[in-house]
């Protein structure tokens, strides 16, 4: 399994906006083959900065999603509300404590 985490930071008047836009894809990118958990973390910090947690059975259905049409038009969308550039991981589980 593969784990991606994004970190992004919005314009702060564009924050609403991007709430709206995921709200509108969460249920396709999580139905994204491949696609096993998806979750929004909003900074406690700073309420610009989001991340996006997901699970993805491999590294190449990540690729497959990022290639998709889905991925490239809600990227489309959202890249043009960022404050900085987003920085993104992929790691793989290592301990796992319940």
């Given at each position: 399994m593969l784990v991606r985490l994004v970190?992004?930071?919005?314009?702060?008047?564009?924050?609403?906006?991007?709430?709206?836009?995921?709200?509108?894809?969460?249920?396709?990118?999580?139905?994204?083959?491949?696609?096993?958990?998806?979750?929004?973390?909003?900074?406690?910090?700073?309420?610009?900065?989001?991340?996006?947690?997901?699970?993805?059975?491999?590294?190449?259905?990540?690729?497959?999603y990022r290639k998709s049409d889905l991925f490239t038009s809600t990227w489309a969308k959202t890249k043009v509300l960022f404050n900085a550039k987003p920085e993104a991981w992929s790691v793989e589980k290592f301990v796992t404590l319940r």
């Amino acid at each position: 399994m593969l784990v991606r985490l994004v970190k992004m930071e919005f314009k702060p008047e564009e924050v609403a906006n991007f709430e709206i836009l995921f709200n509108e894809v969460k249920e396709k990118i999580r139905g994204f083959e491949g696609c096993e958990f998806l979750e929004l973390l909003k900074g406690s910090e700073k309420s610009s900065v989001f991340f996006t947690h997901s699970h993805w059975t491999s590294a190449e259905a990540l690729e497959k999603y990022r290639k998709s049409d889905l991925f490239t038009s809600t990227w489309a969308k959202t890249k043009v509300l960022f404050n900085a550039k987003p920085e993104a991981w992929s790691v793989e589980k290592f301990v796992t404590l319940r």
